[in-house]
């Protein structure tokens, strides 16, 4: 029993460093976007004259929107949820955050989303 404690506090610590790791070379720390700026984002995008004009990317009249650095999933699944004729593609560089919010929502993931585990020095220049 005293080796499994042992064991799960290396792994703990081993995890932690390499989130801290991330976030120190990266100056980025994960935060929670407030409910209220992700139903302003999500009001915006339904309703905006911006798109009027543009050809849909999605073949159900939607768009692609990408959330760079997307953190723990908060603000990118609740995009999903509120938008779900656009595509959500996150893009997060933290393994430790990419798996947590990767794993977030394992039971009810919605189908418009996609999240990548990359800095996005590494993502392709045409999309």
Known sequence: MKTLLILTLIIFVILWGIKEYYQLTRNLSPNSAPYII????????KTS???????????????????????????????????????IIGIEANPIVWFVSQNFSIFKKPKNVKLYLRGIEHWPRED
Do not use: V
Not at 38 to 45: G, P, W
């Open 38 to 45: 992700t139903e302003s984002i999500a009001e915006f995008l």
């Open 49 to 87: 004259d911006h798109w009027s004009g543009t050809k849909p990317q999605n073949a159900d009249g939607g768009y692609r929107i990408f959330i760079i650095n997307s953190g723990w999933g908060g603000l990118f699944y609740r995009l999903a949820e509120l938008c779900p004729q656009w595509t």
